[in-house]
Structures are given as structure tokens and as C-alpha cells.
């Protein structure tokens, strides 16, 4: 099954083609975008099988969990991070941290994304990624 991007209202950033071209997301149709009004919403249509609060007051490494298919990952804006709430609603274990250098105090929100995702993917057998050797 394709990965699905949710976005959870409110964004800090539009949606419309021009930006998102800007941006380099020139791949746009080719991507599975849901945007949902509340996290109860999200929850409750999509139903992932865990959810994990990455942020910088995990106490977990992702890289010490074992993800599976159908596991979602919350991410919050660069500046302020996920709400103290929604990290609170996680259990520990699944409150995830990325290492950084002592004194940092965040890292870049697309980076951390795609570090924790990427991980996830691999864990899961990059599932859906191009074969080469499919080529005729």
C-alpha cells in the first residue's frame, strides 16, 4: 500500500501549485496528500497502527524502535515543535528523538522527516521502491 501524507491543520505554509512547485515538489501528482481539520480527525479516518511524537523531548532514539507498516509519525513546526500535549498523549516509548550535537536546539523540520521516515521505510523492506532491475 502507498505511503499516505497527512497534514493536520492548521499549516504554517499553503498548498497551492505554485508554492509547492517553487519549493520543488514537481512531483505533486504523484503523491498521496490528505490534509485533516483536527487530529481527531486524522485519527479517526486514517487509524495508524501507533502513532509516534517525534521531538526534541523524546527520550527514545528513533532509531531503537521497530516501525511497521501503517505506523504514523507527528512532526511540528521548526520553531515551537509538536504542542507539550500531543508529546504528553504518546507513551514514552513512543516519543522519539533524532541525536544532535550538544547546544542544538532544534533541526531543520524537512530533514528530521526525512531521517525518521527513511528509517521507517527501511525497517520496512523499502516497500514500493523502484526496482531497477524490473527495467526492460
Not at 507498516?69 to 520553531?79: I, K, M, Q, S
Not at 507539550?84 to 498523549?89: K, L
Not at 516519543?95 to 533541526?107: A, C
Amino acid at each position: 500500500m502507498p505511503a499516505v501524507h497527512c497534514l493536520i491543520e492548521p499549516l504554517g505554509f499553503e498548498l497551492d501549485d505554485r508554492r509547492l512547485k517553487r519549493a520543488g515538489l514537481d512531483y505533486r501528482d504523484t503523491v498521496n496528500i490528505r490534509v485533516y481539520r483536527s487530529m481527531h480527525e486524522f485519527t479517526q479516518t486514517m487509524r495508524p497502527l501507533r502513532l509516534f511524537a517525534c521531538s526534541t523531548k523524546g527520550r527514545n532514539l528513533y532509531s531503537n524502535v521497530r516501525f511497521s507498516a501503517g505506523d504514523a509519525f507527528l512532526f511540528g513546526p521548526e520553531t515551537r515543535g509538536l504542542p507539550v500535549q500531543m508529546i504528553a498523549n504518546q507513551p514514552p516509548e513512543r516519543r522519539l528523538r533524532i541525536p544532535m550535537v550538544v547546544d542544538s536546539r532544534s533541526m531543520n523540520l524537512a530533514n528530521a522527516v526525512a531521517i525518521v521516515l527513511f528509517e521507517a521505510w527501511r525497517q520496512c523492506g523499502f516497500s514500493g521502491a523502484f526496482d531497477p532491475s524490473l527495467r526492460g
